[in-house]
C-alpha cells in the first residue's frame, strides 16, 4: 500500500471492521482489498467498511468495494458500509449505483447491527 491510504482492521461482534483512510486508488486498491479479504475469518458474521474517513476513491477502489460485495454475498455473509451523508465519496458511490449493493449506513454501530441481524445477501 502506498501512504496515501491505509486500512486498519478489528473484530467485534462477530464481524470484522475494515477502516479506510485517506485515499484509495489504483496504486493501493488491490493490496487493500487483499488484507481486507484475508482479515474476515470463517466464523464472522459479515463485514462493516467504515468509509467515513475517506478522502478520495477512485474506478480502481469502486471496483474494491464492488469485489468485496460479491465475495460476500458468495459466502452468505453481511455487509454494511459506513459512508457519511454529504460526503464526496458517498456521492460517487451513489453515481455507481452502490448505496444498495454496499448496504449504506450513518454510523458503524448501525453497521455492526446490520451485519449481525443479516441472514446472508439478501439480510
Keep these: 500500500m502506498t501512504e496515501l491510504g491505509e486500512v486498519s ?3 467485534e461482534g462477530g464481524a470484522t471492521i475494515a477502516t479506510l483512510r485517506g485515499e484509495v486508488d489504483l496504486s493501493n486498491a488491490r493490496a487493500i482489498g487483499k488484507r481486507i479479504v ?4 470463517n466464523h464472522a458474521s459479515g463485514l462493516v467498511v467504515d468509509l467515513s474517513e ?3 476513491l477512485d474506478s480502481a477502489g469502486i471496483r474494491l468495494l464492488f469485489d ?9 455473509l453481511g ?26 449506513v450513518e454510523e458503524r454501530a448501525e453497521g455492526l447491527r446490520r451485519v449481525a441481524a443479516s441472514e446472508g445477501p439478501s439480510g
Design 54 to 56: 475517506l478522502r478520495y
Design 9 to 11: 482492521i478489528a473484530q
Design 38 to 41: 484475508h482479515a474476515i475469518p
Design 79 to 104: 455487509l454494511a458500509s459506513v459512508v457519511p451523508r454529504g460526503s464526496l465519496v458517498r456521492e460517487i458511490l451513489e453515481i455507481a449505483g452502490g448505496a444498495e449493493r454496499l448496504r449504506f
Design 68 to 76: 468485496l460485495a460479491r465475495r460476500l454475498e458468495r459466502r452468505q
